[in-house]
């Protein structure tokens, strides 16, 4: 069992930065992939970006590659999502999400935290 409880959501400007952190805990955090996802008011949820156990491969959605960046600290069980230049249409509830790398699914899930960007 793993637990995920993300951090460091709050209200920022337009062109500010945030960055989100993301904490595991229960189960050996070695071996899975780890995500953020977010989800807006009457959208899917939708896919940010993710790192693999080793962090040498990561993945960016076109919407936010170039502005924000993932990482992660395994030594901490910790994964941050460094974002800049953040614009309104980033607000959303942004989700942790690991996997362990042998299955395609995301099957551990935090709460989320909540971002939001204003114009």
């Known amino acids: 069992q793993v637990q995920l409880v993300e951090s460091g959501g709050g209200l920022v400007q337009a062109g500010g930065s945030l960055r989100l952190s993301c904490a595991a805990s229960?189960?050996?955090?070695?071996?899975?992939?780890m995500a953020w996802f977010r989800q807006a008011p009457g959208k899917e949820r939708e896919f940010v970006t993710s790192i693999t156990w080793s962090g040498g491969t990561t993945s960016y959605a076109a919407s936010v590659k170039g502005r924000f960046t993932i990482s992660r600290d395994n030594a901490k069980n910790t994964v941050y999502l460094q974002m800049n230049s953040l614009k309104p249409e980033d607000t959303a509830i942004y989700y942790c999400?690991?996997?362990?790398?042998?299955?395609?699914?995301?099957?551990?899930w935090g709460q989320g935290t909540q971002v939001t960007v204003s114009s």
């Open positions: 229960g189960r050996t955090f070695s071996g899975y992939d």
């Open positions: 999400a690991t996997r362990p790398i042998t299955v395609p699914q995301y099957i551990y």
